[in-house]
């Protein structure tokens, strides 16, 4: 067929997560309250800590950098997805898809490495606590968060960018609720082996060595962990540790899965099945996480509280 002969996509139709109405509304109700409660945790986070200077320190400054991302992230994806389940008209222009894929693809990215930044910041801390003021100084902060943004927008941009030069003729069903990378590259009706390299590729720059900075970090904090005769120091440093391992755990674990298994021989609904939990539940486990297991965060929020009851009675 010549060229000029082809027709090009101009919107696609997003399968969603359910065909049944009945159905669509309750995930619609679903997906609305997680929203909310990604947005305000994440939001309530950076409001704690920007209020109290016993907050102002590496971990906390990562941990501003990590909710705000939440909050882009889930805002880039899941709007779409709720007004499409609550409209039943499932179609999205083709701009707008590339936007999304772009936009979610580069915050999703970024999380990949800041994650990684974490995990260096509290294996400095546990290790090596007496050189932890000068190694992890503020200059030291704004590159790595500087890093972890530009890193994840770039690789964003390259793959994006590679994706748009193909030629989308049909079909324009995708089996999913957003434009993801992976799923939005199958409609494309010329040879993608070469991209699907280039994916792979930035797939290991983006999770696999952020996933061995966590591996290596946590192995030596464990090591320095159950070298402490302290109890108390044993049980504060696991409880710090805890909750971040089990974001980067699943996050990792459930990215890889979509972006680094080979794309024959998988069940039709596996992709949006998986991006559920990078997408929907990683985000609103971070501030429940972070606060409902971290004393300090206890503390900050009652002094706030204390403040405002005496206020009151003033």
Request: aromatic letters at 10%.
């Amino acid at each position: 067929m010549a060229p000029e002969n082809l027709t090009y996509v101009t919107e696609f139709i997003l399968v969603g997560l359910s065909n049944d109405r009945k159905m669509q509304l309750l995930l619609f109700v679903i997906v609305l309250i997680i929203y909310l409660l990604s947005v305000l945790g994440n939001l309530l986070i950076i409001i704690l800590v920007w209020a109290d200077s016993s907050l102002h320190t590496p971990m906390y400054f990562f941990l501003i950098h990590l909710s705000g991302l939440e909050i882009c992230y889930v805002t880039s994806t899941l709007p779409q997805m709720l007004a499409h389940l609550l409209s039943g008209n499932r179609a999205i222009s083709f701009t707008r898809c590339a936007t999304q894929m772009y936009i979610s693809l580069a915050l999703g990215g970024t999380e990949c490495l800041l994650l990684a930044a974490m995990a260096y910041d509290r294996y400095l801390a546990i290790c090596h606590p007496l050189l932890y003021a000068v190694s992890m100084g503020r200059w030291c902060q704004m590159r790595l968060t500087t890093a972890s943004w530009a890193g994840g927008f770039l690789i964003a941009a390259i793959n994006v960018g590679s994706t748009l030069r193909l030629p989308f003729c049909g079909p324009n069903l995708v089996n999913h609720f957003c434009c993801e990378l992976p799923v939005v590259l199958k409609l494309s009706c010329a040879d993608t082996h070469i991209l699907e390299a280039m994916i792979f590729g930035a797939s290991v720059l983006a999770l696999l060595l952020p996933v061995s900075v966590v591996v290596t970090s946590y192995g030596l904090i464990l090591c320095s962990v159950l070298q402490m005769r302290s109890t108390a120091g044993q049980r504060k440093a696991f409880s710090t540790c805890a909750s971040h391992l089990v974001v980067v755990t699943m996050f990792y674990g459930t990215a890889i899965s979509m972006y680094m298994r080979p794309r024959t021989r998988t069940a039709p609904d596996r992709d949006k099945q998986i991006a559920v939990f990078y997408i929907v539940v990683t985000p609103v486990l971070n501030p429940i996480i972070y606060t409902l297991r971290n004393k300090d965060v206890h503390g900050v929020v009652a002094k706030v509280l204390r403040r405002q009851h005496f206020e009151q009675k003033g």
